[in-house]
């Protein structure tokens, strides 16, 4: 793997002389964090938690479970080489459900990235179905096709994502531009990280999103790295959220670990949108538990310390204190046969996939050409009679 450059290192490379004049200028563009629900679990002062019946949040409680219990699995899959490259979403379970929650099922579209698996658990994907895609067997949807990650569900309003940063983000923009167009009043959200930030299919997105007024909430999940890179290396901005207000519109930033935090401002963003009152852009700040994906080691690239500090504020354990000390809904032994469920679950999914096979080899030349070109034909021909 590249070695990180020091911040020195990198100055001297791009010839950056620190300016010792300190000109008078207007940098000071702050955007308060929106926090409800605070690490330890208690409610902010002064704050309003959103209304949310128990069932509900008991619902995005165990989907939050539910995704790290899979991700922990499929982890060790990947490490006893059962699985190909996989990337975890560990830490972003509430900016991923909480954003979901926000959506009107059934009617709202999802232009999600490949760290997303909350996002698609909490929008209706049986875990059958997620683990298939992620072992590319015959009942794969992308049939095998697609790196394990890219995830797509017509039924479930999810939009296939591509490998290149940031590419899902214009797609959102247009796909919502159309819908108003013909009068739909859906609204799409599109997720990216920091790093996607520095695109220009970002860019692009967010000025015509805010010119055209797009129906779009734009969701960025800040977990402050991309791959090695810290976010203070990838913008001098103090937020990304502030990025909105020069296209033109609101940028929000919230407590991403805090599942009412990210819902509540969701939802005021989805309302708007649908309302015809444009873009929002929400950044959710939280941290990434573990490494980018299977094939690096985090260790690299940051302090244990800090890991530890934000493993403190984790997602799961902050909404599970809510709600078994302060909202009374909730108790040890709920937590302990509801564990015991995700384990089954989890587990005879993987058992049930790893027991179909993959694709048939026809597949592969199949859903390009309405009409197959010889060639192809003769191609298959011949690996048929293998
Ligand atoms: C256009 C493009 N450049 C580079 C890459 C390689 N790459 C894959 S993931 C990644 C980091 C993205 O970071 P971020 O957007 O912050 O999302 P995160 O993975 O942290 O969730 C990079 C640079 C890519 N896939 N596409």
Known sequence: MVRPLAQTELRSILNV??????????????IELVQILKPDGTVK???????????????AYKNMQLVRALDDKLVSLQRQGRL????????????????????????????????????????????????????????????????????????KKIVSFAAPIASQVPLAVGFAMAARSKKDDLVTITSFGDGATSSSEFHVAMNFAGVYKSPTVFVCENNQYAISVPVAKQTASKTLALKAHAYGFEGVLVDGNDLFAVYSEMKRAVEKARSGCGPT?????????????????WKRYRESD????????????????YLQETRKAWSDEKEESMKKEIDSVVGQAIVNSEKIPPPPVETLFEDVFKEMPAALKSSLREIASE
């Open 281 to 297: 852009l929400v950044e959710c700040l939280t941290y990434r538990l573990a490494a980018h994906s299977t094939a690096d080691d």
């Open 84 to 155: 190909g490259t996989y990337v975890s979403c560990a830490g972003q379970e509430a900016s991923q459900v909480g954003a979901v929650m926000a959506l009107a099922k059934g009617k709202d579209w999802i232009f999600p990235m490949y760290r997303d698996m909350g996002m698609i658990v909490q929008a209706g994907v049986s875990i059958g179905d997620l683990v298939n895609r992620m072992l590319g067997n015959a009942e794969d949807i992308a049939k095998g096709r697609d790196l394990p990650n890219l995830f797509a569900w017509r039924e």
């Open 17 to 30: 002389e620190e300016s010792q004049a300190k000109p008078e200028q207007n940098t000071d563009h702050s």
């Open 306 to 321: 800090e890991v530890k500090e934000w493993t403190a504020k984790d997602p799961n354990t902050r909404l599970r204190k």
């Open 45 to 59: 002062d002064g704050t309003r938690l959103p209304e949310l019946s128990d069932d509900t949040l008991l619902v």
